[in-house]
Structures are given as structure tokens and as C-alpha cells.
């Protein structure tokens, strides 16, 4: 069995030239390989209506605070499930029949699979949009470039990750917080003979896994402006998944699967010990176990290598603007303000939670202060650290609902001692391979 393998194969390029360019690069501001040019971001004439669909809890309160200043541009907020909850394949229904919103809320895992489709915008001809690069946390605009020169939505929010840890529990028993994966290991074995697991691992929660994988700097898929490249048991795959494996091996970690009442009451009884998670993991802990307020804190993510400084991302969404708007201008400047205006992202932060994707917003006054349920410490701090030190150059594929299924199944089994989760990513490579294959996706060889 080879596991580090680079499984590459050819596919017919049967795509149209414009979505087959979905993600390829050698586009410009002038000419995004689309034919587009700046005159397609020139003004509407008169009032305009813009329809923006999204899943954020308060959005449309958010929405109504550009209304009020804006009133020739007016926002109408659709809202609806998650992306993968049933939105995103509303999108793409609506992008068939040719009555697709002018916005909408894209995670940027899903955002490649709306590129290869030809179902967006490119904001590059938009000078205010490229001029707005410098204020994002660089990894977050190359998660909208897609690899190219063009631009495919605007970030909204990121999912840094670190290490939430009841710091009681480790005191108590003498355990130091771990700064290396081989530290948490050994970590992992002291909680358990106290009675305790000092994480769960999720079979369906495939992001994180991505996550444990980026932050090693390894990756999944890239494309080089011509085909896609499938790796999903490269060399930093394979760590992460021999890793976990032993703890699955060794009963080091529990299995419970996530959101469920099993789930939180793991964590709200002391059964379980740690989470590393993204940001906006902090209030899943305190809504799931409000008993243990005041006993938890955060530190940074265990490193790969000692003394490393590198996070991994879990989550993080785009405002993309879909193609056949006929007011791009408009919505661009819609989307800039919601993302990048201290007014938007402290009211986005306060209704939802948002971490956003702005240098400027990880200084929100909210994100400064102490955190009561966590001792009163400033954890936003770290998790400010921790957006700095994502590697930008991190990839999605075009067929990612497809992937975290397959990958999620193979992990089902693996929990039960059917198969590895290396074999579990072997498996989802091939079926990747052919989805890809079967869509006229080309895939390098």
C-alpha cells in the first residue's frame, strides 16, 4: 500500500473555456480570462435593489444599518439553512434558471466548486476591491483568489485555530499544557489514567482534520491554471492520520460524535479535557457545558515541531457576488462595507460571533476584553496570534461536499476498527479522482 502517493489522472476537458478558467490563472483587472473589464464595474443608473442571501444570525439587522445610510442602494436579505444545509445547492438551482441573488454567503471551502461551475463574479475589475487586499489577513484573500489573478468573493470571517483546555483539570493533576503533538500524546495518556480522555475525535468533523493538515503546511489539492491535483496522502496527510490513529489505537481519545447531547455532555462533566478548535469554538463549549464556566482557558495550538509557530484554519465565509448581477459595482461596495467597516464587523461580532477577516477587526473593543467563562482571559489574544500564522497558500478542491463525505465515512469505520483513517483518505482520494472525472473536471497527471 503506497501512502504517500500523488494520485494523479487526466480528465476531458469538456468544460467550457470560461469554466474551465474557474480556477485557473493568467487572468488581470482588465481581463479576467472571461473577457470582463473595468466598464463592468461601472455604477447602475438610478436606485438599485440588491438581493443578498445568507445564513448569519442578525444579518439582516446589519443589513438595515447600510439601508439607512445607503437608501439608492437597498439590501434585501434572504436567509436560510447553512450552505451545505441546503443553500448552497439553492444557489446553484438558481445560477441554472438564471435568477441567482446578486450576493451570497460562500464558506471558502465551497467557493472553488461555484468557480469551476462559472457561477461568479470576478471582483478584479473592481479597482475599490483590489485595493481593499491590504486590509485582510493575507491567508484570507488567497482563500477568494482561488490560486489566479482574479478575485471571487470578499472575506468575511476566519476560524483560527488553538487549544481550548480545562486548565483546572491540568493543574489538579499536575499535567503541563502541551506545546508539541508528542507533548499532547503523552498528555493524552496521563488524563486517561485519571480517568478522563483528553479530546474527542469526530468522524464528520473533516474540517478540523484539514485543519491539523494546514497547519503543517501540507495541502489536499492545487491547480496550476490547467488541471487539478488531488493529494489527499501526502506526506503531512499521513502524519496526521498515523497520529490520530494511535490515539484511536491506544482509547486516548473518545469518539462521540460532535453536536450531539453525547458531544456536550462529555466536555460538561469533565469526561473530556480539551478541544483544539477554532474560534468560534468558544461559544460551542460555553452553550454545551455551562457547568464548567470559569474552568476552562486557551493556549496555543501543539506544534508539529518544537518551537514551531503555525495554525491551522477551521471555517471562515466570503461574500461572493454571483454571475449575471446587474449591478457588480453595487454589490461589491455592499460587501466591502459589510466585511471591512467597524461598524458592520463590531455588529456582525456581536449578533454572531464573527472573527473577522480584517487586520483592523481582530482590534474590535470586544475582541480586547476578558472572557468571563474562561477565567476572564483575553483568549481572542491568542486566537489574533494564531491568524497570523495560517499558511495562505492553502487550496480547496472543486468537489469538497463530495470529499468530506467520503472522508467522514471512511472515518466512521476506522473508529470501530474497520480500516485506518490513512485508508479512509486513500479511498476518498480515488472517489475524489473520479467525481472529478465524472464533471469534465481535468485532473493533472
Known amino acids: 500500500m503506497q501512502h504517500n502517493k500523488r ?53 439582516e439587522d446589519v443589513a438595515a444599518m447600510w439601508n439607512e445610510e445607503n437608501p439608492d442602494i437597498q439590501v434585501e436579505v434572504q436567509t436560510g439553512p ?39 463574479e470576478d471582483l478584479s475589475v473592481c479597482e475599490d476591491v483590489v485595493a481593499a487586499e491590504a486590509e485582510f489577513i493575507p491567508w484570507t484573500w488567497g482563500q477568494v ?54 479530546t474527542n475525535f469526530s468522524t464528520a468533523d473533516i474540517n478540523q ?7 503543517g503546511n501540507g495541502d489536499w489539492f492545487s491547480n496550476d491554471g490547467e488541471e487539478w491535483t488531488v493529494d489527499l496522502t501526502g506526506e503531512q496527510s499521513t502524519t496526521v492520520a498515523d497520529y490520530w490513529q494511535e490515539l484511536l489505537d491506544e482509547d486516548l481519545v473518545a469518539t462521540y460524535p460532535a453536536w450531539t447531547e453525547e458531544w456536550n455532555n462529555a466536555y460538561n462533566s469533565g469526561e ?59 454589490a461589491t461596495k455592499f460587501a466591502l462595507w459589510l466585511n471591512t467597516s ?16 480584517t487586520t483592523a477587526g481582530l482590534a474590535l473593543p470586544s475582541l480586547q476584553e476578558g472572557v468571563e467563562f474562561y477565567g476572564g482571559q483575553k483568549i481572542y489574544d491568542v486566537f489574533a496570534e494564531a491568524a497570523e500564522q495560517v499558511n495562505p497558500d492553502f487550496v480547496w478542491g472543486p468537489t469538497m461536499t463530495q470529499t468530506y463525505a467520503d472522508v467522514s465515512d471512511g472515518f466512521q469505520k476506522a473508529v470501530t476498527g474497520q480500516g485506518t483513517l490513512l485508508e479512509a483518505l486513500e479511498a476518498a482520494q480515488e472517489s475524489t479522482i473520479a467525481t472529478l472525472k465524472a464533471q469534465s473536471i481535468p485532473v493533472a497527471e
Open 145 to 198: 483568489t482561488l490560486g489566479t489573478d482574479g478575485v471571487y468573493g470578499v472575506p468575511q470571517d476566519s476560524g483560527p485555530m488553538a487549544l481550548f483546555y480545562r486548565s483546572d483539570l491540568f493543574e489538579q493533576n499536575g499535567i503541563e499544557v502541551p506545546t508539541t503533538w508528542e507533548e499532547y500524546k503523552e498528555a493524552a495518556k496521563a488524563v486517561r489514567a485519571a480517568g478522563g480522555y483528553i
Open 272 to 330: 473530556v479535557w480539551s478541544w483544539n478548535s477554532a474560534v468560534w469554538g468558544a461559544n460551542s463549549i460555553s452553550s454545551g457545558a455551562p457547568d464548567t464556566a470559569g474552568n476552562w482557558s486557551v493556549a496555543p495550538s501543539p506544534q508539529w515541531e518544537a518551537g514551531g509557530a503555525s495554525s491551522g484554519n477551521w471555517g471562515g465565509s466570503s461574500i461572493a457576488v454571483f454571475k449575471g448581477t446587474d449591478h457588480l459595482y453595487e
Open 7 to 59: 494520485a494523479v489522472v487526466t480528465g476531458v476537458a469538456l468544460l467550457s473555456a470560461l469554466a474551465l478558467a474557474g480556477c485557473a490563472g493568467g487572468g488581470s483587472a482588465t481581463d479576467n480570462g472571461g473577457g470582463a473589464d473595468a466598464a463592468a464595474c461601472a455604477p447602475s443608473d438610478g436606485d438599485v435593489t440588491l438581493e443578498f442571501t445568507s445564513w448569519i444570525p442578525g444579518i
Open 82 to 120: 447553512n450552505g451545505n444545509g441546503g443553500t448552497y445547492q439553492s444557489f446553484f438551482s438558481q445560477l441554472e434558471a438564471g435568477n441567482a441573488p446578486d450576493l451570497g454567503q460562500i464558506e471558502y471551502d465551497a467557493l472553488a466548486s461555484f468557480r469551476v461551475q462559472d457561477g461568479l
Open 342 to 357: 467597524d461598524e458592520a464587523l463590531t455588529a456582525l461580532n456581536e449578533s454572531a460571533n464573527i472573527y473577522p477577516a
Open 209 to 215: 482534520f484539514a485543519g491539523f493538515v494546514w497547519q
